[in-house]
């Protein structure tokens, strides 16, 4: 079976095959500090979420240009900010904030005036980082994609 490479280009908006550097999964990221030059850009700060790829995918859908980035990337300085740095999305991932073993966030990002989507974990680091409180539910909600 062969690579649809037109339905690659209406999904992704990126040519197929990808040139370097245009899919950071791919190629280990982007170098520090750089972003895709003239393009608004979010980035998905990942906490080992089952769908932070199908998430990256929805954003690029809409011709905005996306990077994940592990959850222990640290944020930039706030004057060191891209200025096509539009937005942040924290993905979901199976712990959870009041688990011992919880993966790392560094609530700087929250300081730098972005709009922020917390999704499953994202949204309980907001909650917490906002002074709410996230108790545990009788059955747990991540299962198999």
């Not at 490479?5 to 990126?14: K, M, P, Q």
């Not at 999964?25 to 608004?40: C, D, S, V, W």
């Not at 005036?113 to 994202?122: A, K, R």
């Amino acid at each position: 079976m062969g690579h649809d490479a037109d339905a690659h280009n209406r999904c992704t908006g990126v040519p197929y095959p990808a040139p370097m550097g245009l899919w950071p999964h791919a190629t280990g990221g982007l170098p520090e500090g750089t972003m895709r030059a003239g393009h608004e850009t979010v980035l998905i700060l990942d906490f080992g979420s089952q769908f932070t790829q199908l998430i990256a995918r929805r954003v690029r859908e809409h011709g905005v240009y996306c990077e994940i980035r592990p959850c222990t990337e640290l944020p930039p300085a706030p004057d060191a900010v891209d200025p096509g740095l539009v937005g942040l999305i924290l993905s979901g991932g199976p712990s959870s904030v009041n688990d011992a073993d919880a993966p790392p966030f560094d609530e700087r990002w929250l300081d730098l005036g972005l709009p922020v989507l917390g999704i499953c974990y994202g949204m309980q680091l907001l909650a917490r980082h906002s002074g709410g409180e996230v108790c545990r539910a009788d059955r747990r909600e991540y299962g198999p994609a």
